[in-house]
């Protein structure tokens, strides 16, 4: 079920004799930029297996309680991570 103040942003799509317009294309460079951090972000929380798998006979207050876990170790992989010198230094 959709959330209602959920907006579905697809990319446009160019057809045979009709090229997209150089603000399409921005448009859907935008919006892989956007698309592409959301998914190396469930990407980092889904290495946990606990979430990355189907969850059988729990209630939805451990479902939640394992993604806010799992996320909190992704986001403690990330500021921990070399690739982010500035986050590091806050915790250094």
Same mark, same amino acid.
């Given at each position: 079920? /959709? %959330? #209602?103040? +959920? ?5 446009q799509? $160019?057809? /045979?004799?009709? #090229? !997209?317009?150089? *603000?399409?294309? =921005? =448009?859907?460079?935008v919006?892989?930029?956007? &698309?592409?951090? @959301?998914? %190396? ?7 946990? &297996?606990?979430? $990355?798998? &189907?969850? /059988?006979?729990?209630?939805?207050? /451990?479902?939640?309680?394992? +993604?806010?876990?799992? *996320?909190?170790? *992704?986001?403690?992989? !990330? @500021?921990?991570?070399?690739?982010? #010198?500035? !986050? =590091?230094? !806050? +915790? *250094?």
């Amino acid at each position: 079920k /959709r %959330h #209602p103040k +959920w907006v579905i942003r697809l990319q446009q799509k $160019a057809f /045979r004799n009709k #090229p !997209l317009s150089v *603000a399409q294309k =921005t =448009t859907n460079r935008v919006r892989s930029k956007v &698309r592409i951090g @959301i998914e %190396h972000t469930i990407r980092r929380v889904k290495i946990c &297996r606990s979430c $990355a798998d &189907r969850q /059988r006979k729990t209630t939805r207050a /451990r479902y939640q309680q394992r +993604w806010q876990i799992a *996320a909190g170790i *992704a986001n403690l992989r !990330l @500021i921990r991570s070399s690739a982010n #010198p500035e !986050l =590091t230094a !806050l +915790w *250094a």
